[in-house]
């Protein structure tokens, strides 16, 4: 990590600010004010700071939507449908593929300090003289888009036409299969699996500045110019707090760690005395609970539970296979499917008082 910084409660502090934040794109709108399921504000705090940030990799769903998406733009809405609709490429970059990244690295609105991105489309409306963003989707998961486009998407449509000073935007939802994942490059849009949603700004969002930007902005004051995150979730964060509480071992702060290792640990060895016959008892305990929970096991379940007055036990029964490794060494055939493998056990005793 970039940053140094320190937990306090729930949240963290950072002990060194970053030379720069990065910008609230509309991919990470909606998530600051807790509206996107998959990513949460802190989340988002720790990108934004440069703290933690999951790593991108691609994979069959990014592939298929660089390849597909496209398609919906260029193959269908312009040469099917007719509409006048440009890529990014052609209206801010030079015309060949990628040059609108390169020459904005994905920031459309670089004069405004906070809020950015990229939209997929910018159209014009013979009919209204009216110009507008598209924003292109692609998914697997129809069941999301039962009662229209899914509020996190439309935002990202919504935060687009507002920094662009218009007010109608569009959304196309392209619902793909399994076998559009294998092949993207066959895809062919049509109105059956694609599906185009309009807004217009001021009627869906009449107070989209007062009810969104301006609580964005607030997160990026109280949150991001302080150093201090919002509260983490620690089952939804998971993920980055594993991240941010992992220690980074080096020679100059190695030292610092043995002592703080030493000190913790005769103390706890000092309150061990007392609570260790009852860690033995415990064991023995689990062990007998253990046996008659497997011994009453009906044959045809799976899963068995039952409490105490303190606590749940769940007994869950799984199976699976083993090599014989004494077979396949009979057979000669262990070193062949056989492999090593590298580990390392790292070992501690009380040094002895002489």
Request: glycine share 6%; hydrophobic share 35%.
């Amino acid at each position: 990590m970039s940053n140094q910084y320190h937990f306090e409660n729930n949240h963290i502090v950072l002990d060194t600010m970053p030379k720069s934040f990065k910008k609230i794109t509309a991919t990470r709108f909606a998530a600051v004010m807790g509206l996107n399921r998959w990513t949460t504000p802190f989340q988002i705090w720790c990108a934004l700071t440069r703290t933690w940030e999951q790593p991108f990799e691609d994979n069959i769903y990014t592939k298929a939507g660089k390849i597909i998406e496209p398609k919906i733009r260029e193959d269908y809405l312009r040469n099917k449908l007719f509409w006048d609709v440009d890529n990014p490429d052609d209206v801010i970059g030079d015309g060949t593929a990628g040059s609108a990244f390169k020459k904005t690295w994905g920031d459309f609105y670089h004069s405004t300090k906070v809020l950015g991105g990229m939209w997929d489309g910018l159209g014009h409306d013979d009919e209204t003289g009216e110009d507008y963003i598209l924003e292109i989707k692609t998914t697997k998961r129809a069941e999301d888009w039962l009662d229209g486009v899914p509020e996190y998407y439309k935002l990202q449509a919504a935060l687009y036409t507002y920094l662009s000073g218009l007010d109608r935007f569009y959304v196309t939802g392209t619902f793909l299969e399994n076998s559009d994942y294998d092949h993207p490059e066959n895809f062919v849009a049509n109105s059956q699996n694609t599906k185009i949603y309009l807004f217009s700004l001021g009627e869906e969002y009449p107070h989209f500045k007062r009810d969104y930007v301006d609580k964005v902005l607030a997160f990026w004051n109280q949150y991001v110019v302080s150093g201090m995150s919002p509260d983490f979730d620690e089952k939804k964060d998971t993920e980055a707090l594993k991240a941010l509480q992992t220690v980074e071992v080096t020679d100059d702060d190695l030292n610092t760690l043995l002592e703080e290792y030493d000190a913790n640990q005769m103390e706890l060895n000092s309150k061990m005395v007392e609570v260790q016959p009852l860690i033995d008892r415990q064991k023995k305990l689990k062990v007998a609970i253990k046996g008659l929970a497997v011994d009453n096991f009906k044959a045809d379940s799976k899963y068995e539970s039952f409490s105490s007055k303190h606590f749940d036990f769940n007994v869950t029964k799984t199976t699976r296979q083993t090599v014989d490794g004494k077979k396949l060494k009979d057979a000669g055939l262990f070193d062949q499917y056989s492999k090593e493998t590298e580990s390392y056990t790292l070992r501690e005793k009380v040094k002895s008082e002489d």
